[in-house]
C-alpha cells in the first residue's frame, strides 16, 4: 500500500445519515439475519470515505445470543442478558458455535461482501473477558463488581466460561475467514479495567488461545481494547499481529511497551473528530508522528466513530492520512 | 509512622450503615451546611477502620455551587448544572471565592475535627479540568464531547475557565488548611480521558498553579486522577508531593514514570474488596510487594470505595497494611 492504510472502528453506524436511513428500530441481532442488508451497511462507510478495510457489521454478543444465551442488544443501551451467568450451572448455556446452523447469514455477508469490495474485510469477535463482562453483569457495566466477584472467587467456573467463550469466538472467526474476510479483530473492548496481574492470570490465557488457535488461518489477527495502556505487551505477548492502542498512550510509547514485532492500530481520540476539522487535522499529524513513520502502523481512531461525529471529517481525515503518509514515503 | 498509613477515598459514605442512618435524603450541599453532622460523617470511618487519615466529607463542587454557579448535586447521578457552561459569557458566573462568606460551614466543620481526630485531617479541592468537565457537560459524562469541544474550539475561553477554576480551588484549599486541615488532595478524576499531549497543553498549567499556590501552606498536596497511566509523570512535575495511582498502573511501574521524589498513593482495585476478603488479602499483598518498601508509599484504593463493599473487609485490610508493613520494618 503506498500510504498509511485507515479505518475506523464503528465507521458503520449512526454518524452517517445513509446508515441512518436504511437502519429499520430495534436490535441490532434482527438486521444481522438480512445479508444483503447488513453487506449494505458494512459497504457505506468505504464508498463514503474511501476507508483501506471494511469491517463487517455485526455485534460480539451474536454468537453467543445464537448458541441462545439469552442476550439481545437494546438500542441506546447495548447488551442485555435475560438471565445473567452467575454460576457453574450456566455453563451449560453455552453450547458450541455451529455457525452455519447457528447464523449462517453472517458467513452470507461476508460472501456478499467478499464479491463487492475492493479493501480487505475485516472480520471480528468479541475477546471472551469482554463478552464474559456481558453475560455476567446482564448489562453494560461501569465497575464489572459481579465479573470480578465470580473471576476471583470462583476461578474454576471463571476459567471454564472464558474456555467456552474462546472456543465460541474461534468458530465464529474461522467461518468468517473460510467465507472471505480477510483479517480478523479481537474486541477486549473492557479488559482495561483489569490490573495486569489480574489480566494475566483471568483472561490472558483464553485470549491467547484464540490468537493461536487462528495463527493457521493465515490473516492478521488485531487485539484491541480501551484503557490498556499497562497490557499493550500482553496484548503482543498473546500473539496479536497489530495491536490496537487506545487514545490516552501516545504511539512511540506504545511502540517501546509491544516491542518491534507488531503492527500498532489507533489512536486518535475520537472525541476530537466531533470537535471539527481544525483539531482533528492537528491531532492527526501528531498522531502520524508518534506512529513514526508508515511501516507497522494501522490509521484509526482510540476507540469507535461516535455518533455526533460530522461524517465530512472522517471523510477530509482518510484524504490526510494518504496525503501525509505518501509524502512520507518519497 | 510505625507503618504504611492507611486511608480509603471515599472512605465516608454509603459503605457504612452508620452513615446510612445518619445520612438525611437530598443534596450532600445541604449536608454540609450542617458543621457538627459533617464531621460526624467524616468520623465514622476513622472509628470504625483506625484509618490512619480522616478526610473532609464535601464536594469538588461545593464552591463553584456556592458562588452560584447553580450546581448542584444529585444522589444516584451526581453534579447536576441548571445552565452548563458553554461560551465566554459564563465566566462571569464564577466569581472569586471568599470561603468565608460562600461557605463558612466548611472551615467550620474542619475546625470541629482538628478538635477531635487524632490522626490527620486531608481536606481536598477539585482539580480545574474536573470541575470544568461537570460545568460544562452539565452532568457526569462518558465521552467529555462538550469540554473536549470548547478545550479545543476555543482555547482562550478554556484557559480563562481552568484559571477561575484554580484561583476557587486555591481559595478553598487555603481556608480548609487555616481552620486546620493537615494535608489537601486535589481530585483530576476524570484526567485520564485526556492524551497526555492535549492534558499537557489544555490542563497542566492550571494544576500546577494550584499546587504551587499552596506550596507555602506547608501542609502535603496530593494529585489523584483515574485511569491516568499516561500522566504520572505530568502529575509530578506539576508538583504533586504525593501521586495517586488508580490500579491499572502497577506501583512498581508508577515509581519508574514518577522518579524517586513523590510519594505513590494507592492502588488496590476497589471492585476486588467487593468479590471479599481472600481476595483483596491476596491482593493487598501484592500492592504492597509492589510499592517497594514502607517508605513513600500510602496505602489507598485506586479510587473511591463502592457502597456494595462490606465495611468489615475494609476493617480487616487497615490491620492487614499494619501489620504486614510493621514488620517490613523490622
Given at each position: 500500500?503506498?500510504?498509511t492504510?485507515?479505518?475506523?472502528m464503528?465507521?458503520?453506524?449512526?454518524?452517517?445519515?445513509?446508515?441512518r436511513?436504511?437502519?429499520?428500530?430495534?436490535?441490532?441481532?434482527?438486521?444481522?439475519?438480512?445479508?444483503?442488508?447488513?453487506?449494505?451497511?458494512?459497504?457505506?462507510?468505504?464508498?463514503?470515505?474511501?476507508?483501506?478495510?471494511?469491517?463487517?457489521y455485526?455485534?460480539?454478543?451474536?454468537?453467543?445470543?445464537a448458541?441462545?444465551?439469552?442476550?439481545?442488544?437494546t438500542?441506546?443501551?447495548?447488551?442485555?442478558v435475560?438471565?445473567?451467568?452467575?454460576?457453574?450451572?450456566?455453563?451449560?448455556?453455552?453450547?458450541?458455535?455451529?455457525?452455519?446452523l447457528?447464523?449462517?447469514?453472517?458467513?452470507?455477508?461476508?460472501?456478499i461482501?467478499?464479491?463487492?469490495?475492493?479493501?480487505?474485510?475485516?472480520g471480528f469477535?468479541?475477546?471472551?473477558?469482554?463478552?464474559?463482562?456481558?453475560?455476567?453483569?446482564g448489562r453494560?457495566?461501569r465497575?464489572?463488581l459481579?465479573?470480578?466477584?465470580?473471576m476471583?472467587?470462583?476461578p474454576?467456573?471463571?476459567?471454564?466460561?472464558l474456555?467456552?467463550?474462546?472456543s465460541i469466538?474461534?468458530?465464529s472467526?474461522?467461518?468468517?475467514?473460510?467465507?472471505?474476510?480477510s483479517?480478523?479483530?479481537?474486541f477486549?473492548?473492557?479488559?482495561?479495567t483489569?490490573?495486569?496481574?489480574t489480566?494475566?492470570?483471568?483472561?490472558?490465557p483464553?485470549?491467547?488461545?484464540?490468537?493461536?488457535?487462528?495463527?493457521?488461518?493465515g490473516?492478521?489477527?488485531?487485539?484491541?481494547?480501551v484503557?490498556?495502556?499497562?497490557?499493550?505487551a500482553?496484548f503482543?505477548?498473546?500473539?496479536?499481529?497489530?495491536?490496537?492502542?487506545?487514545?490516552?498512550?501516545?504511539?512511540?510509547?506504545?511502540?517501546?511497551?509491544?516491542?518491534?514485532?507488531?503492527?500498532?492500530?489507533?489512536?486518535?481520540?475520537?472525541?476530537?473528530?466531533?470537535?471539527?476539522?481544525?483539531?482533528?487535522?492537528?491531532?492527526?499529524?501528531?498522531?502520524?508522528?508518534?506512529?513514526?513513520?508508515?511501516?507497522?502502523?494501522?490509521?484509526n481512531?482510540?476507540?469507535?466513530v461516535?455518533?455526533?461525529?460530522?461524517?465530512?471529517?472522517?471523510?477530509?481525515?482518510?484524504?490526510?492520512?494518504?496525503?501525509?503518509?505518501s509524502?512520507?514515503?518519497?
Open positions: 500500500m503506498p500510504w492504510p485507515v479505518w475506523y464503528r465507521q458503520a453506524g449512526r454518524s452517517l445519515p445513509e446508515y436511513a436504511l437502519r429499520r428500530e430495534g436490535s441490532i441481532l434482527e438486521v444481522l439475519r438480512h445479508p444483503e442488508l447488513a453487506a449494505e451497511i458494512t459497504l457505506q462507510p468505504v464508498r463514503r470515505y474511501g476507508v483501506d478495510a471494511a469491517i463487517l455485526s455485534d460480539i454478543v451474536a454468537p453467543v445470543a448458541v441462545g444465551f439469552g442476550v439481545d442488544v438500542p441506546g443501551v447495548g447488551p442485555v435475560e438471565r445473567p451467568f452467575s454460576s457453574r450451572g450456566d455453563l451449560a448455556r453455552l453450547r458450541d458455535l455451529e455457525p452455519d447457528d447464523l449462517p447469514w453472517v458467513a452470507e455477508t461476508v460472501r461482501l467478499a464479491g463487492e469490495l475492493d479493501v480487505p474485510l475485516i469477535a468479541g475477546a471472551p473477558f469482554t463478552v464474559a463482562s456481558y453475560l455476567v453483569e453494560p457495566s465497575d464489572y459481579r465479573t470480578k466477584a465470580l476471583l472467587t470462583d474454576a467456573t471463571w476459567h471454564a466460561l474456555d467456552r467463550l474462546a469466538a474461534v468458530a472467526l474461522r467461518a468468517q475467514v473460510a467465507a472471505g474476510a483479517a480478523v479483530q479481537i477486549d473492548s473492557w479488559a482495561g483489569l490490573d495486569p496481574d489480566y494475566r492470570r483471568f483472561v490472558l483464553a485470549t491467547r488461545r484464540i490468537l493461536t488457535e487462528m495463527a493457521g488461518s490473516v492478521p489477527r488485531i487485539l484491541f481494547g484503557g490498556t495502556g499497562e497490557l499493550l500482553d503482543a505477548d498473546a500473539g496479536a499481529d497489530v495491536v490496537g492502542v487506545d487514545w490516552r498512550v501516545p504511539l512511540d510509547v506504545a511502540r517501546r511497551r509491544v516491542g518491534p514485532g507488531p503492527a500498532l492500530q489507533g489512536n486518535l481520540d475520537p472525541a476530537v473528530c466531533v470537535a471539527g476539522w481544525g483539531p482533528t487535522a492537528e491531532r492527526a499529524r501528531a498522531v502520524l508522528a508518534q506512529a513514526g513513520g508508515t511501516s507497522g502502523h494501522v490509521f481512531l482510540g476507540h469507535g461516535l455518533p455526533e461525529t460530522d461524517p465530512a471529517v472522517l471523510e477530509r481525515l482518510v484524504e490526510l492520512v494518504h496525503e501525509e503518509t509524502r512520507g514515503r518519497r
